[in-house]
């Protein structure tokens, strides 16, 4: 069975930091594009970083440029979202993705298969 399991979310005052981790199981996890997507209240689920597995290229939404880090551990099966600096308008459900594309660097969300449940962060100012 696949499985992307977030945690780490929670509420955090503006200007912390709060590190997101999914743990992915049930497929070739090193063999697959990963994601960090957000969806805040009211407002449609947009990209925030992704990695082309191949190389470890990474993009991100220019409103976390510098502020947040993607990175995998191929070892634990888990990739994580490094978030500092936080402000209130990161505040949202934080989802991790898969797509099956090893060359691939995209944030096209119908290009990813295997969606984790989300979890929420919370920015108090």
Sequence with gaps: EVQL??????????????????????????D?????????????????????????????IDSVKGRFTISSDNAKNTVYLQMNSLKPEDTAVYYCAAASLYYTLTCRQTKYDYWGQGTQVTVSS
Aim: glycine letters at 18%; proline letters at 2%; a positive charge.
């Design 5 to 30: 399991v977030e945690s780490g979310g929670g509420l955090v005052q503006a200007g912390g930091s709060l590190r997101l981790s999914c743990a992915a199981s049930g497929f070739t996890f090193g």
């Design 32 to 60: 697959y594009a990963i994601g960090w997507f957000r969806q805040a209240p009211g407002k449609e689920r947009e990209r925030v970083s992704c990695m082309r597995r191949s190389d470890g290229n990474t993009n991100y």
